[in-house]
């Protein structure tokens, strides 16, 4: 059963220093609040594994709180660079980053397998690429049935996920719905999971074959509305494009983000804080 | 023919949307990829299924998309799946007709990188990386590539192959049996580059009206090849430019509206 926490209670007992910690979300329901909790609570020394490391992870590389990276594709989406990451892996500010770096279609795969308890997941894959030149968990197996040649990655087996989602019930079954990436999967491939979602109600109303995560699955669910902000929550808030394009401004010298992460995030107490703080900046402008 | 006056990007957009056959399953890239695909869709090819990687089977969005997963993508597709479904079932499984991806550089046999410039080891400069490209470049029954044409971008010899194109030219592509077949066309915006059909070499089949042949080879880092009888590409016609122009600009109100 996930026991419904604060999400401070649930950073503090589910993510240790050292963890290999999946923050899922394609582009919707970015679990942006607990990426900042994690920051507050100055969690070090992290592998931290995601399709699409954005947003969330540049604030997470430039705060110092990762040294290792699993991705396969590394951006701003529709703006550019992320700038902290490639200062991370350029140049080993604010610390070396190493990086294990695969294809989406790899990633799905090992994130099917890992929910699966099998030890590598299977694909046609990589075909030509250098990614297995640099990658040493990418190889190639023969199929026993027809013999041909299929790429394999070992299985994603994070010891913590963490997602947002639009809705919980009271015991902590969990609702989400429009993309939903690859989150079931990480949090069935993950020793432990933390989610948080933008109400908690009585009934889910979840019609068959919505994507519900049965609270069984679920370690602490927590209740923090817009906590996917600047992403979206379908249902809820549309996407903060301005912010991912001011972003760019923001993380692009040492200095500035430095100053954005400790006002915004060190400097406030929750998520609520944090949207107050950058609302407040914004009017100042 | 009228004298409308447009910029090289939007012929190079509009030359690449002409390339999609309507009701094509298209595996649309974001940027310019996903700007050819949404002017092919209001334009002549109306029953286009846009697929993006990000889930979203059938989307029909009103403006460009600013990420892969806008969340007008989803809500306007006949499905919405999870990544690995769209990865496994949709394009692994060989459902789709057509991928339409971009690329930071480009080699004579339509390899494309957008992992690295410099040493991977070393980067001068990290790019985003693979996404969805090597399966995509691999596992549709055709890709079309669309980028700038200049010679940082096609380059004699990539820093790092993140995708296949025909690698080493001739039946390498064929040798390490691909689902697909491969890159059918490169459209850039000084003109159209189609692979030889012997050795795979990208070839100047048309060359964008006022565009000179020297200023192609200029831009292109390797010697390149012309074909005998080169095609001038048809110029935007009023209709394209004006629904090119007022998708772009709704886009662009649409991204600035949210600070």
Redesign the interface.
Known sequence: MASIVQLNEAVRDLVRDGDVVALEGFTHLIPFAAGHEIIRQQRRNLTLVRMTPDVIYDQLIGAGCASRLVFSWGGNPGVGSLHRLRDAVEKAWPAPLAIEEHAHAGMAAAYAAGASGLPFGLLRGYLGSDLPKVNPNVRFIECPFTGERLAAVPAVRPDVAVVHAQKADRRGNVLMWGLVGVQKEAVLAAKRSIVTVEEIVDDLGAPPNAVVLPTWVVNAVCHVPGGAFPSYAQGYYARNNAFYKQWDEVSRDRDSFTAWIDRHVKGTSDFAGFRRSIEEAAGHV | MSETTYTSDEMMTIAAARMVRNGAALFVG??LPSAAANLALRTHAPDTILIY????IGAKPTVL???????E???TADS?V???E???YW??GGRIDLGFLGAAQIDRYA?INT?VIGD??K?K???????????IA??CKEVLITLRQNNRAFVDTLD?????GF?TGGDS?EQ????GKGPTAVITDLGILTPDPVTKELTLTSIHPGVEVEAVRKATGWPLKVADTLDVTAPPTAHELSVLRDLQERTARA??G??
């Not at chain 2, 400069?125 to 399966?135: K, M």
């Open positions: 974001i940027g990687e990000s889930g979203t998309p600013l990420s892969i997963g806008d969340g993508l989803s809500e919405v999870s990544v690995p769209m990865f496994a394009l692994q390899n992992t991977y080891h980067p400069v990290r790019l985003p990386g693979a996404g969805g490209a090597p399966e691999a596992s790092f192959v993140t995708s296949a690698l592509r390490l049996r691909f689902p991204h600035a949210q600070a």
